[in-house]
């Protein structure tokens, strides 16, 4: 079951909050994942065997995918079931979402090879930002805290160069917005 939201988010973190307070409602493994919106808000989505649907509240659009069903389920205000919607469907085909939870997300913390990353991490890709070449043996500081990406069914991780010669994260923790000091 896949069940899509959209509550109009407008960064990572209220996204991400709303997502961790509907996980709640799922039962069984999870995947979670945020979604980029037209309009440049997020959406997000939960692939789980089951789904509380009372913990969705009336001020939000969704979308729910069953096992056979020809369409999904929309419900809420028109204005959000759109962003829902697209967020069920790059779920269901795997093209795109920004992972939050998904298997192998316990293993990821310390520094680890792109190896170790791919054997027992979830994750089916390492890329290097910029061309950067990444090797099995690279060494990729996770910083106990990884957010990669869906792309073409992959689960992808985007790295970039770090102080120590190593690699870490592109999208790390706690990020400073572009002119937040001037």
Request: a negative charge; aromatic letters at 2%.
């Amino acid at each position: 079951m896949i069940i899509a939201v959209d509550a109009d988010s407008a960064d990572a973190v209220e996204a991400e909050h709303l997502l961790h307070g509907l996980l709640e409602s799922a039962t069984g493994p999870a995947v979670a994942c945020t979604h980029v919106v037209p309009g440049g808000h997020l959406a997000l989505s939960i692939t789980a065997t089951g789904f509380d649907q009372a913990a969705l509240g009336h001020e939000v659009g969704s979308a729910i995918i069953r096992a056979g069903a020809a369409e999904p389920e929309v419900a809420g205000p028109s204005r959000l079931i759109r962003g829902a919607y697209v967020a069920a469907v790059e779920t269901a085909l795997g093209t795109a979402g920004r992972l939050v939870v998904f298997p192998g997300q316990e293993n990821a913390r310390g520094t680890l090879t792109a190896a170790d990353l791919r054997a027992h991490c979830g994750i089916d890709q390492v890329e290097g930002l910029g061309g950067l070449s990444i090797e099995d043996t690279t060494l990729v500081d996770t910083r106990d805290y990884v957010r990669p990406v869906r792309r073409d069914g992959q689960v992808v991780l985007l790295v970039q160069p770090a102080a120590g010669g190593v690699l870490i994260p592109f999208e790390v923790e706690h990020q400073l917005k572009c002119c937040s000091n001037h």
